[in-house]
């Protein structure tokens, strides 16, 4: 079965370090999310090599982008004896619109000791609820289910505290991966609108990615929090967790505040 993810990542190669992809709409939520775009270019890695297996993904974004037509050029492959490190830049009418480095492995390239000395703070998914009526395409892909009292600020009520917690899973239960941790590392609202309200934009600048498992199975946990808004600027922190709570990947992104949609 194809699933609509994997329909909206793809890549088609056109020389030797050039590719095309169409940015679908249906990943948007003022414009097209950012983890959907670095998705895309996980993808291209994965296309180029049989380094299969991210390890660390940074995604600088310019420009907003827009559904349609995109090109990507590889600007630079370095191989080590157990990661490829791949430079990307996404270009719409001839422009550079984000830049992209990603590092990449293969499987059990890394081994030696693991220690989490931290408990996901999920909460019990009988208490969590979907997002109610979302007008954004995104939340018609993507199930995101939280407690119900952290869903106050859609009416205004300005939380306690700068977290969500909850589940995710595509809405056509696609089984997870490596390449939709990308996605989900960017797939909560920001953290500072339980204390600003809805009624702003919070466009990501940066994000980057550590996966540190692949994750198995429909859903993932994730705890995502912001701690420090400075001259404008947030920041989001976010785990993910998998059912059987294995760490699978840390993210973090940096946004600014845009008052005007």
Known sequence: ??????????????????FETEISSDWNIVAPNGGYLMAIAGKVISSVSDYQIPLSMTAYYHKPTSPGHAELIIDRIIKSKRTITTKIS??????????????FTQKDA??????VQKQPLLPDPSVCVEIPDSPLSFFKQVRLSVPNDQLDWLQGVEGKDTVFS??????????????????FVDATP?????????????PTIE?????????????????SNTRFTTNGLTETDIELWSEKGKI????RQLAFIKEDI
């Not at 194809?2 to 793809?10: A, G, L, N, T």
């Not at 056509?172 to 490596?178: C, I, T």
């Open 1 to 18: 079965m194809e699933y609509k993810f994997d329909r909206d990542v793809h890549v088609e190669r056109t020389g030797e370090n050039r």
């Open 90 to 103: 996404l270009i719409q009418k001839n422009k550079v619109v984000i830049s992209y480095t990603g590092m």
């Open 110 to 115: 890394f081994s030696g000791m693991t220690l």
């Open 166 to 183: 909850g589940y995710f899973s595509f809405q056509d239960n696609r089984p997870m991966d490596a390449l939709s941790v990308m996605l």
């Open 190 to 202: 920001p953290p500072i609108l339980r204390k600003i309200g809805p009624l702003v934009w919070v």
């Open 207 to 223: 994000l980057t990615v550590q996966v540190r498992n692949i994750p198995t199975g429909s859903s993932l946990g994730f705890v």
């Open 248 to 251: 699978i990947a840390l993210g």
